[in-house]
């Protein structure tokens, strides 16, 4: 399970390779279930039947969850994992009562299952933060301990989830790691080249080929796979960032240097890589720190230099990021042929089949299984607009709602509606960042996460509001 990515979705498709569901089945049921626990958990916090099916509907029925690209995409699954993680933590925090140690553990493995799935898990931490303040901001007396021990046990379930990984990953591969993106070694050898990369101020391609060149001359482990470094990622990504036509472009970078090391033998173990990757690291940074390449000082993991000239892109991605939250732009359900040769068969069974498209694009599958799709793809383009205003009805409820913040501060709901907001918020902020600095993200399927929080924290928004003005009414009359 060493894997480049998180293992917790492939160990989500080797588990319904057993069960013989379609993926292209398995993946909505598997979402429709979390969308049910997430409204059931809403219930927990304010248990009113129309709330519960308000919340369901427009987690279920959220548009960007169901335009996808013809690939299989983590997207699903980390949305539906999304939800019962949230709806965890509320029932841990926002009911009023105090959980169990079964309810405590379960949060703890759903958390650690979460965190091994996209690089990005970071994100939900000011999310759940938010809700887990609720007792000691609202409770502070006597809630202080109680608080402490259900977030011990929690990040102790998740702990040894990511333990249990890499315990099994040491034992079969001699290296405990669970994901190589998030590993040392590929995160120093990668923040090395870019931060000689980042001299030359080329948007979109955090190591352009002038400084591939100087690191060539100053790492003979990198000489070795710089010709096929040039050769398998040049034009990569040219159609859609044209910035890096003739170069390599940062959404790319990372998987030609893994490529291209696997011809060297790097990837032969785990051992083997980590070992491959510092002794380049290693290489690099002394040619930094004697001055006999050019680098910039420090830049964070993961994140490639961006250019001034790409932070002045920002309102107008800023705005393109809005007009996809609101559905201005049609979603393209465009496909490509299916690879069909015996590699592809192999992979088709394993995923016990899915929706495929053929030669022309079209899919290939039972009159009954087309009309289904083709059905999805109608109501897709139906529920467009009612989730676009549900959402600027949600932008509107937010004033009173604001305006009576304070008052309403010991309401579990406000923090729902708070937390769900930061998520939202900070994905954005992400989606922006990357955009300007690696490849282009504003897309709905980038947005799955971001549009579905934003659904469900408009349901609240709205029921709050409602009830703040119902409120004021009687208090005038």
Known sequence: ??????????????????????????EPTLYFGACLFFAASIYRVRPSRLLFFSVFAAALLCPAVYIVRDRVLREFFFDAELMVLMGLWMRLFLTG???GYLLMIASGLVLGLFWMTREESILIVPCL?????????????????????????????????KTAVGTLNYVHYGRFVTDEMVDG??????????????????PYVPVPKEAREAIAQQSPTFAMIKPTIDKIGVDAFCKITPESCGDIAGGYYLWAIRDAAATQGAHVSAAAAQAYYEKMAIEIEQACASGRLQCVSWLPPLIPPIPAQQWSKVPDVVERGVGIIFYQYNPKFHSTPTNVSPEGDEILRFLNNPLITDEKGEMAASAPRKAVAKFAHNLVHTLMWPAAALIALGALSLVPVAATTWHQR??????????LLVLA????????LVDISSFPTLTYERFQSISLALSAASVLAVYLSVGIIRHWLESRS
């Open 97 to 99: 009562v105090r959980p």
């Open 410 to 419: 010991r309401d579990p709901l406000l923090w729902a509606l708070v937390g």
């Open 129 to 161: 933060v938010v809700m887990a303040a609720f007792p000691l901001v609202n409770q502070f007396k006597g809630s202080l301990k109680p608080t402490l021990v259900t977030l011990v046990v929690v990040c102790a379930s998740a702990v040894t989830v």
């Open 1 to 26: 399970m060493t894997l480049v990515k998180g293992p917790a979705y492939p160990l989500f498709l080797a588990l319904n390779s057993f069960t013989g569901i379609p993926l292209s089945l398995s």
């Open 185 to 202: 070694s590929f995160q120093r050898v990668l923040v090395a080249m870019q931060r000689v990369g980042a001299v030359y101020n080329k």
């Open 425 to 432: 918020g900070s994905r954005f902020l992400l989606m922006i």
